[in-house]
T-cell receptor, first 117, second 119 residues
C-alpha cells in the first residue's frame, strides 16, 4: 500500500477525444510525476510537477498537460487522443527534496489503463 | 543510445534457486542513482532496492542484492531463494543528477525482464 491512488483504473476512449486521469498523493508529497507505459515497454517519463509548477518534461507533445493542486492531488490531461496513446499511465509522488537520500520514497499508484479505439 | 538496457526479456527459474537479472546503464553524470522495481500484474511499481553512484558497498535488502560494477556500468539484481510470489516484471531504472536538480525525480526505465518462478 503506497498511499497513491489513481482513477479511473480502466477507461476506453475514441480517437480525437480528450481524457483526464487523476492521482491522489500522500499528504506532504510536493512532487508528482507521470509516466506512460505502453504494452511490453518500460514506463516513459511524461512530466513532473513540484509545488504546482511543471519542472521537468519528457519527450511528449503539448497535448499532454497536467495540473497539481494544493491538496496533493493532480491530473493528467490528454487532448486529441491517438491510437498510440493506449497505455498504462502511472502516477508517482515523493517528498521532492534535492537531498532525498531515501530513494524508496518514490511511491507509485496502480495506474490508469487507457484504451483508445 | 539506450540509457538503461535489460537484455533478458524473460526468465524461468526453479523455486528456491537464486536468479540474476541483468542491467547496464549509460550516463555521463557523476551523480546518479540506480533502482530496481517489481511490477506485478496489478500494475503498481514496487520499489525493491537502490544503489547510489557514490555508494562503495553493494546494496542489500532482504533477499535482494544489487551487484554494482561501476566501471562496467552494470547494476544487476540478485534474488536469492526465489519464491512463487517473485513472478512479475522487473525494471531497472536510473535517476541522473539528482543532487543538482531540486525536486528532480525523473526516472529512466529499461524495457524490463519478465521473471517466472516454476514450482
Amino acid at each position: 500500500e503506497t498511499g497513491v491512488t489513481q482513477s479511473p483504473t480502466h477507461l476506453i476512449k475514441t480517437r480525437g477525444q480528450q481524457v483526464t486521469l487523476r492521482c491522489s498523493s500522500q499528504s506532504g508529497h510536493n512532487t508528482v510525476s507521470w509516466y506512460q507505459q505502453a504494452l511490453g515497454q518500460g514506463p516513459q517519463f511524461i512530466f513532473q510537477y513540484y509545488r504546482e509548477e511543471e519542472n521537468g518534461r519528457g519527450n511528449f507533445p503539448p497535448r499532454f498537460s497536467g495540473l497539481q493542486f494544493p491538496n496533493y492531488s493532480s491530473e493528467l490531461n490528454v487532448n486529441a487522443l491517438e491510437l498510440d496513446d493506449s497505455a498504462l499511465y502511472l502516477c508517482a509522488s515523493s517528498l521532492g527534496t534535492s537531498l532525498n537520500l531515501d530513494p524508496g520514497e518514490l511511491f507509485f499508484g496502480e495506474g490508469s489503463r487507457l484504451t483508445v479505439l | 543510445a539506450q540509457k538503461i538496457t535489460q537484455t533478458q526479456p524473460g526468465m524461468f527459474v526453479q523455486e528456491k534457486e537464486a536468479v540474476t537479472l541483468d542491467c547496464t546503464y549509460d550516463t555521463s553524470d557523476q551523480s546518479y542513482g540506480l533502482f530496481w522495481y517489481k511490477q506485478p500484474s496489478s500494475g503498481e511499481m514496487i520499489f525493491l532496492i537502490y544503489q547510489g553512484s557514490y555508494d562503495e558497498q553493494n546494496a542489500t535488502e532482504g533477499r535482494y542484492s544489487l551487484n554494482f560494477q561501476k566501471a562496467r556500468k552494470s547494476a544487476n539484481l540478485v534474488i536469492s531463494a526465489s519464491q512463487l510470489g517473485d513472478s512479475a516484471m522487473y525494471f531497472c531504472a536510473m535517476r541522473e543528477g539528482f543532487l543538482a536538480n531540486f525536486g528532480n525525480e525523473k526516472l529512466t526505465f529499461g524495457t524490463g525482464t519478465r521473471l517466472t518462478i516454476i514450482p
